[in-house]
């Protein structure tokens, strides 16, 4: 079963929409990691945000904002006056701390455009 | 700052051909992992390695091996590369002593075999 679900393949948005990422984890641990990763086309992963489960606060960074439901276990990523720098693929992993090794899950990516 | 490094960014071998991806990485992380990434699947894991000498298999270690001799070194092995094999391969560090399970990439290899 997929851990990380990223139901969205592919996004093309116009320059200055708004666009949201959607990330649905699956786990039974109560503590576990959250995370957003953007990969630009020159291929290197790009931390976004790391959230823990027992953090349900909203969080924005500049133009970036994540929605954290724990009721939903939704963890959706907002780009607000989306800029073409801002197409990339973007990646939500799961960490869950029960982990010996600590694998993480990452979901399968959303490759967005955005269009000048 | 913590620096993964995989020391072929870009390579082309032959089908058959037996390929070394190297990773080290210079901040004594207990754990490494190797990822290969393709379109439309994400990123899979291959292999990990949570402590020197120790390996386990990830979602799709058939036709990879990996060597940790070391514990800042972490090499994937393709013992006779295929054209499936094809992909761009990422190499990821943690330390279990960082509490929030943050995690480093490498820069990326991509491997084309032909």
């Known amino acids: 079963a997929q851990k990380v679900t990223q139901a969205q393949t592919e996004i093309s948005v116009v320059e200055k929409e708004d666009v949201t990422l959607d990330c649905v984890y699956e786990t039974r641990d109560t503590t576990y990691y959250l995370f957003w990763y953007k990969q630009p086309p020159s291929g290197e992963l790009v931390f976004l945000i790391r959230?823990?489960?027992?953090?349900?606060q909203n969080e924005i960074s500049g133009r970036y904002s994540w929605n954290f439901q724990k009721s939903t276990s939704s963890f959706n990523f907002t780009i607000t006056a989306s800029q073409v720098v801002d197409s990339a693929v973007y990646f939500c992993?799961?960490?869950?701390?029960?982990?010996?090794?600590?694998?993480?899950?990452f979901g399968t990516g959303t490759s967005l455009t955005v269009i000048p | 700052d913590v620096k993964v490094t995989q020391s072929s960014r870009y390579l082309v071998k032959r089908t058959g051909e037996k390929v070394f991806l190297e990773c080290v990485q210079d901040?004594?992380?207990?754990?490494m992992f190797w990822y290969r990434q393709d379109p439309g699947l994400g990123l899979r894991l291959i292999y990990f390695s949570y402590d020197v000498k120790m390996k386990e298999k990830g979602d799709i270690p058939e036709g990879y091996s990996v060597s940790r001799e070391k514990k800042e070194r972490f090499s994937l092995i393709l013992e006779s590369a295929s054209t499936n094999q094809t992909s761009m391969y990422l190499c990821v560090s943690r330390s279990d002593r960082v509490p929030g399970n943050t995690i480093y990439f490498g820069e990326g290899s991509w491997l084309t075999v032909v």
């Open positions: 959230r823990n489960s027992f953090d349900e």
């Open positions: 901040m004594d992380h207990e754990n």
């Open positions: 992993a799961l960490s869950e701390a029960r982990n010996t090794g600590n694998q993480f899950y």
